[in-house]
Every structure is written in structure tokens, then in C-alpha cells.
């Protein structure tokens, strides 16, 4: 959604839905959110439905009629899974090709290939970058793991030496990096210009990734030194191929949505006239949409034909793309419904109220509350989401830059200190085969490191554009 559409509903939005007190509103907001967290940690409710129940709790106590409470829920989820819903989607059948095809893999092992000694942590952190741009981060992980596991046993390497950094590649690009769903529901929420916001996050991310990966690998290998499960080493799906697409053409069909997006920001840097045509042009193909959607049309001549895939083959890895990332949607739109009940409630407007004598800086406070959310819900989206609308208020008198910074400073937030009500904290336990206080010292703290240098580079850069 474009700032300038998110201007127009803005404009055009009802007022608060309940005229309540501060106090009765932060109540509200407190019992809204440990609902959340009880039903989803205790006892174990799908997000999808916990988040729906604590949007209807949130509203009841905060004095509103049951009809206006269900009419914000729904609107924030069906806005949001109609902007979102499609790039989402296409992010899914792009990374399902990737993998299906062997594109993936082929980029794994022309990697590895370069790679010997002490450069092999630096090549994960590649790899899984690389490979996390379009995947999701459980995709990613499902995909990689195996690669991890192999390189370690082969090259008798430490495997948090080659784990870590692997996996902090992955989770910088799940929190910072559009189209993730986490960054672009907060770009939509916040009213951030989608390619300032990317070419912002790679700045961000670049020297994150290296703190939080193949340096903290270091201290991770000597706390924690666990043997390779073979037990958790899978079939590579590859194997099952006779042929697989070349690494440049892999490359290339991975990276051009971002290409598509940033050339965008450049374009309206350089030109800055909504009328020149080269500009309208750029606006188009650098859409997320339509930039998602040449990749995946480009996915299929570059990766599907060459992999040896025919209609059928082709189509059945659509469907099976499509069919996983239905809860995914769904927790997305409820977060996004929890949103819009907290703003359509007054708590935006409270906050700007209240936060108004404070001190502490918009950014600051912004990581703090994600940092809350994330650490009572364990969800990096959810925490996002509840985050953005909370903030969405503050960003109305920041520039684009500023605003972008904004997602970003949101995003490393919502990645602090991941422990056992986040899903991810248990698949990186089972697949390396750690317990649970091994899993707490590396990749709960390596999840803090992220959290905290990303948050620091962002303060850094609102200082000086």
C-alpha cells in the first residue's frame, strides 16, 4: 500500500470506536495482549485464534460495542491479507520452485565449492542470505539444515560454527528484509516507502549478520559443542533430479525482485517527478507485486524448465507452495485485525498522548514495545504487527527515511531473545540435537545480538540522514 493510499484511509477512518480513559485503555491493552499470551503458551491455541479472542477482549474491556470490536478486527485482517495476501503468496511458489527445482542446492554447493577453513562460516552467512530472501524463515531453515549438518560432518567442523551463522543469515533476512511478512505489514502500517525501507535494511543487515553470525560462532562453538545428529541428515531434493538450473541464472532469479525495488527507490531519489514517464514505468515493475510475480514468471523458464519440470510438474509445485502458507495468512491478517481494534480503541492517540512528555526517543520506544511483544508472544510477525499499529500514530511527522528506519528499528525488536514460546526456538533444538539450555546460549543469545546491533545501527543512521 502506498503512502499516499494509507493517507486517504487514514482521512477517511471513523473515529475511536470507545471515547475510554487512558487507564481504562492500558488495562484494556494489558488483559487484550495476556490473553494472547495465555491461550498461545498455556494453552497452546492456534495465533490465529488466540489473536482473534484477544482482539474481542481488548475491545469489551475497553468499552466498545461487540459489533464495532468485530467491525475493526475485520477490516484490519481483510486490508491487510489483501495487500500482503499476494506477495506473500508469490514469495511461497518462488522459494518452493527454488527448492523443488534444485536452484537452491546449486547455490549451496557452488558456494561450498569456494569455500575451505576459516571462510566456510563466512559461506553460510552467504548462503543462507541469499537463500532467505524469498524463503521463509521456516523453509529456510527446513532447507539449509541438512547442507549445515552435512558440512559440518564432512569437514569435521564444529557445527554451531556453521550453524550460527547460517542461521542468523536467515533470521536477519526474516525480521529486516521485505517481502517477508513481518517488514512489509509493517511498511503498509506505518505509511514506509517499501524500497528506501529495503535498501535501508541490506545497510542494517550487512553488519548485523557478521556480528551475530561468524563472529558470535566463535563463543557459541566453545559453549556449546554438541555432535552432528545423523539422525537429522535428510535427503537433499536435488538427489531426485537428474539436472538442475545454473548458479548465475539461480542468482539472478532470486535477486531480481530486489533489483526490481531498489531500482525503484533510485528512480524516484533521482528523478522525483510523478509525471516523467520513466518514473511511472519504474513505479510499476518496482511494485512488490509486480516484481514478486516476474520472478516467479521468470522462476519458471529459469528454474522449472531446466530442472527438467513439464505443466504438470510445474503446476503441482504451485499448489503445494500455496497450501502451507495458510495459517501464515491467517495469523498475519489477525495480527493485523489486533491492530486495527487497538487503533479503532483510542491506544494510538493514547500513546502519542502519553508519549508526548517523554524523553525517550520514537525509535527507542518503538524496539522496547516490540521487544515486549516478541518476549510475551514468542512470534516475530505478531510482535511486528502489535508493534506497528501501537507506533503507526508517532510516524505521521517523520521523513521517508525516517519512517523506514522506523519498520527497521520494529523488526530488530521483534527478534530479541527467542526462548520456548517461539516455534523456531524448537525446530533449531530438534535439528541440532541441543537441550534446552544449549539451545538458550546460542541461539537464544545469538537472537539478542541480532536485536540489539540491528536496533543500534538504526539509532546510528537516525542520526546522520
Given amino acids: 500500500m502506498t503512502r499516499l493510499s494509507v493517507e486517504m484511509l487514514a482521512a477517511d477512518a471513523p473515529p475511536p470506536i470507545t471515547s475510554a480513559g487512558h487507564a481504562q485503555l492500558g488495562i484494556a491493552v494489558l488483559a487484550g495482549i495476556a490473553v494472547i499470551v495465555l491461550l498461545i503458551t498455556r494453552y497452546k491455541l492456534h495465533a490465529f485464534l488466540s489473536l482473534t479472542i ?42 518452493r520452485m527454488l527448492a523443488d527445482s534444485g536452484g537452491a542446492d546449486e547455490i549451496v554447493d557452488t558456494i ?17 542470505s541469499v537463500i532467505g530472501l524469498p524463503l521463509f524463515f521456516e523453509v529456510g531453515i527446513v532447507l539449509l539444515i541438512p547442507v549445515v549438518l552435512m558440512v559440518a560432518k564432512r569437514g569435521n567442523y564444529s557445527l554451531m560454527r556453521i550453524g550460527i551463522p547460517a542461521l542468523a543469515g536467515l533470521s536477519v533476512m526474516h525480521g529486516l ?43 557459541a562453538a566453545r559453549w ?81 524448465l531446466p530442472a527438467g519440470f513439464g505443466k504438470e510438474r510445474i503446476a503441482r509445485t504451485v499448489d503445494t507452495s500455496l497450501m502451507p502458507i495458510a495459517g501464515i495468512l491467517l495469523i498475519v491478517g489477525a495480527g493485523s485485525g489486533f491492530k ?33 511483544i516478541r518476549l510475551a508472544t514468542g512470534s516475530a510477525t505478531v510482535a511486528t504487527i502489535s508493534a506497528a499499529g501501537l507506533v503507526a500514530p508517532l510516524a505521521a511527522d517523520m521523513s521517508t527515511t ?29 535439528y541440532f540435537g541441543m537441550s534446552v539450555g544449549q539451545t538458550v546460549k546460542s541461539w537464544s543469545v545469538m537472537e539478542t545480538i541480532i536485536s540489539v546491533v540491528a536496533g543500534a545501527l538504526v539509532l546510528l543512521l537516525s542520526l546522520v540522514i
Fill in 54 to 95: 484477544g482482539s474481542l477482549v481488548l475491545g469489551a474491556l475497553a468499552g466498545a460495542p461487540l459489533d464495532k470490536a468485530i467491525g475493526s478486527f475485520t477490516a484490519g485482517l481483510g486490508s491487510t491479507v489483501a495487500g500482503v495476501g499476494v506477495l506473500i503468496a508469490l514469495g511461497a511458489i518462488l522459494g
Fill in 112 to 128: 561450498l565449492a569456494k569455500a575451505r577453513g576459516r571462510t566456510m562460516p563466512w559461506a553460510m552467512v552467504l548462503i543462507a
Fill in 177 to 219: 528484509i521485505p517481502p517477508h511478512p513481518g517488514p512489509l505489514v509493517a511498511i503498509d502500517a506505518v505509511g514506509a516507502n517499501l524500497g528506501i525501507t529495503l535498501a535501508l535494511g541490506l545497510l542494517v543487515a550487512i553488519p548485523t549478520v557478521v556480528v551475530a553470525g561468524p563472529l558470535f560462532s566463535r563463543f
Fill in 224 to 304: 556449546v559443542d554438541v555432535p552432528v545428529p545423523d539422525r537429522m541428515l535428510p535427503q537433499r531434493p536435488s538427489e531426485e533430479l537428474e539436472r538442475r538450473p545454473g548458479f548465475g541464472i539461480t542468482l539472478a532469479t532470486v535477486l531480481l525482485p530486489v533489483v526490481l525495488m531498489l531500482a525503484k527507490a533510485l528512480v524516484d531519489i533521482v528523478v522525483d517527478d510523478p509525471g516523467n514517464m520513466t518514473q511511472r514505468v519504474f513505479d510499476i515493475v518496482g511494485s512488490p507485486m509486480i516484481a514478486l510475480l516476474a520472478a516467479v514468471l521468470a522462476g519458471i523458464f529459469t528454474l522449472g
Fill in 340 to 372: 486495527q481494534t487497538l487503533i479503532d480503541c483510542g491506544v494510538g492517540q493514547m500513546i502519542l498522548d502519553i508519549s508526548k512528555d517523554w524523553s525517550i526517543p520514537t525509535l527507542l520506544l518503538a524496539w522496547l514495545i516490540a521487544v515486549a
Fill in 402 to 430: 525516517h519512517t523506514a528506519l522506523l519498520v527497521l528499528i520494529i523488526g530488530a525488536g521483534s527478534l530479541f531473545f527467542s526462548h520456548v514460546n517461539d516455534a523456531g526456538f524448537w525446530l533449531v533444538k530438534e
